[in-house]
């Protein structure tokens, strides 16, 4: 673990890499822009998944598992649909030694062929609402990829419901944002912006997509998770109809929705520093790290007093491990833990044993005082809690200072150093969120990004009433408020 | 739930086809070959899931995940395994718009994605052992399909292991087919014979295979879990060489071990009957259903009271519900839950109220009587494992009458009716386990399963010491003792 990170200052997007590989959550493939999860990242995968498959469950959710393979004419049956995806299929023409009749697309999102089911399943309106969730991967063709932030082949959950009425899937499509929100702020300590994407930015087949938008340190944006309205899109594209309680044919109305591995970029771009991972206790496959300080005589005792420590920190349900090899210092074990992002790192040596105390030392702030071993679990317990809320409590500040309102097109363009570009994008880079009223035109969206990469991120949910006064791009009417920024 | 479920008598195949899609477990996938896990299906996996993770993670192993795509040259590293692999392959020849320098497979397996990155990975001993799991669909291009028992793309888990000694792999085999034998024996309620594969059955790029086989209720064996001891055959394909405590370089040695969503068309096999689906209670969703008996006057203080019930029985942990839709009769719900395979029925009226009884069904038997209300917790819990363990015993006791002892090809050829062919595959089909002794010969094994469909399912690990006689086949003298059986 001798590997040196590249600070933040010189190179944000390469600091961010060393992590990852670092810290060993993720690997190239031998397929470009493919990615292996390894181990130290899947384990927070599968909590951020038990978090979510939790609240799905509780929401009245079922998951199941839809094919990965889809026949290229049902992605073309949803005009929209095919025209987002197509430029990122990956298209299967060969099985079993022979070439198909029809091209197989693995898929990039499965609304196509969750529909063509449902049709099948869907005959009146007391086989409604279908509220189902798949976890599985999902594949679109990327040229320029980087590791859980972006890359061709990528894990997630989808969630894809049929309902009766209007009303019950835009309800539905809230209630997932809401779950979405609750989940990143509570347990990924990301503060969240939670609003509607304008419609260039929504996704490819729905009536409206919701967001959730947290800053990452470079103070750009990051799309955390995005719930969607789908109206009658999928319902008449695979004609599901259904009997409605007015004897009605109705067609089926529709959401979608989901999360990623990208979340994992988060939690790094959002919480970690030039020593290496910072994860939020709540997602740490191990929260603490007991060290022994080994001398030659009393390295025996030392450790079975730590081993009785470790009993104590896993019977109040601390994830708590000891580090006993025997081959490294405590020191390269101090930079090796700080590197994997284990919240508490507690040492305790010969000394410590007879005093009846041990170090313990915050992997978020980096402070260090000695605690009453008699204590610990409970010492533990409430330093865990502490430093989940100083990860949100942070973030959210960093975000206050780097969010500014903008009244007008020079105000925006200055607080993005216009002529800077992509590239200034490192931790000191100029910007961040821009909250400004908006005309609603995508022609005024469209030339703000042309010009200078800044786009609209969202319509923040709890802006958006009584919106008065002039767009802050062209000065016409305006119509919502906006957040601005650069994005991942 | 109108649905009639073909007799097993009249056909065993069309019986268990109508239970998956009656009980809603799985559907056909618009594209050949494909399935659709229902959520009914998915939670009884999800069940299994939680039982082999489990038990994965207390020996040892993390759960990582590698792409899905692999390059066509992998698996042309490996010469059995291309062999094996090549004529079922799905292969992406296009990607984001454009022709593949290189075509892709998608994984029919992982071996050869996963050693290329053990290369990286693995330097000394003090890498090693490598004990990885992942969970994903695996896609093997099939002709005849039938769902769970075999589709092209099913999902699996496939432990991938890496060890520095020939003896600490061979232990990790036998130690995961250990693991599988005791969930699908305690769990899954599937008497299973652990074994040795014959080389003309083993894995295509394995030193041995290793096995666990079931008996169905038409007397077929099915493979319900395997696990490969692959010696340094992927270690030299992919060059995964490292430094050994004495010093040398030496190639790492290799497992991989798996089991399928199979498992859950061997439990509908095993344990179902002719009313449908009969789950082991550990793996049912719902383990109870109350089905509350409404009367027009009645009505509210019978579903207050059955609210109350159901509430006792999940505090002790019986997954219970209540069936409280007044759109059906209690008649037509009793046959709906008995097609869901929901171990046990608790029917409430107003007299059951007023007498502080409540009658209970079991589905395994078909048994009916009443129990005092106030001690349903204890008598539920009482019941699901007596349903748990009749399961397993039933269906050991049918293994045990349809397997036969054989001395010579004659008594074989007799026991499995010759001239019936595999369509005699009914419930009431002659054959069954036939035990003898095998003279290990390629030839003799290959000319049996020509004319008889008869295959040596495996050479059961308890039974190899001193092995003497001739082979039941051809009379040459034995070196094993072998199950026979025609198979899924």
New interface residues.
Partial sequence: MAEKITPRSVDYSQWYIDIVLNAKLA?Y???KG??????RG??I??RIQAEFDKRFKETGH??????????MS?LKKEAEHVEGF????????????EELDE??V?RPTSET?IW??YK?WIQSW?DLPLL?NQW??V?R???RTRLFLRT??F?WQEGHTAHETEKEAVEETMKMLGVYKEVAERHLCLPVIAGRKSDAEKFAGAVATYCIEAMMQDKKALQAGTSHFLGQNFGKAFDVQFQSREGKLEYAWATSWGVSTRLIGAIIMTHSDDKGLVLPPSLAPEQAVIVPILKKDTAPAVLAYCEKVLAELKAVGVRAILDADD?QSPGWKFAQHEMNGVPLRIEIGPRDMESGKAMVARRDTGEKAPYDVAGLPATALGLLDAIQKNLYDKALAFRKENTKPVSTREELLAFYGKDKGEDAGTAGAIGGFAEGAWCGSRECEAQLKAETKVTIRCLPLDSQEGVTGSCCLCGAPARHRAVFARNY
Avoid at 34 to 39: G, I, L, N
Avoid at 62 to 71: G, S
Avoid at 86 to 97: K, N, R, Y
Wanted: proline share 11%; glycine share 6%.
């Fill in positions: 690997d493939s031998p397929v493919c990615m292996v999860v390894r181990p899947y384990a995968w599968e079922q998951n199941a598992y839809f094919p990965m393979l889809i026949p049902f197509a430029p990122e299929l990956a298209v299967v023409t060969h099985g079993g030694g091209p197989l693995i062929i063509s089911k099948d007391r189902y599985c991967s594949l063709w990327e040229k061709a082949e894990l081959s």
